[in-house]
């Protein structure tokens, strides 16, 4: 383990210190590794927000979502107001409905994580459907 941490001479490059030897070798994994990982958990975060706000209307749902933020007990003020900033950015984008909705789940993923995000949106209230949903024919 000393051995993989050691570094033969540090390098100032870009205002980044830069080490060589074998350290920078387990640096080069580990970013790889990082990498990689975030490629996988980018793909199920983007299965998750679509199947969770599909046919969801950004503009109706905004207000309710904004709401519920209330039920965390930790979100600072700050948290909140950054929260309120970042949806307004969002209110303002030429995106379809869709794509805002979808933008807000991100949103909303990043700052209070898969849970809070599926209960918010498990029962869509009537007015906040884009189009109205379909209605699956089940066998008799």
Known sequence: MLLLRSKLFNVKVAGEDVSFGPEQIVKVFFRYMELAIDRLRAQARIQFVKATLDNIDFKA???????????????EDN???DIDKKLDEIAATPDSPQLKSYAMGFLLLNKMGEDVVARLFEEPQADWYIKAPEVSKEAD
């Open 79 to 81: 948290d909140l107001k």
């Open 61 to 75: 749902a905004r207000a309710y979502t904004r709401t519920m933020l209330g039920a965390a007990q930790t979100l």
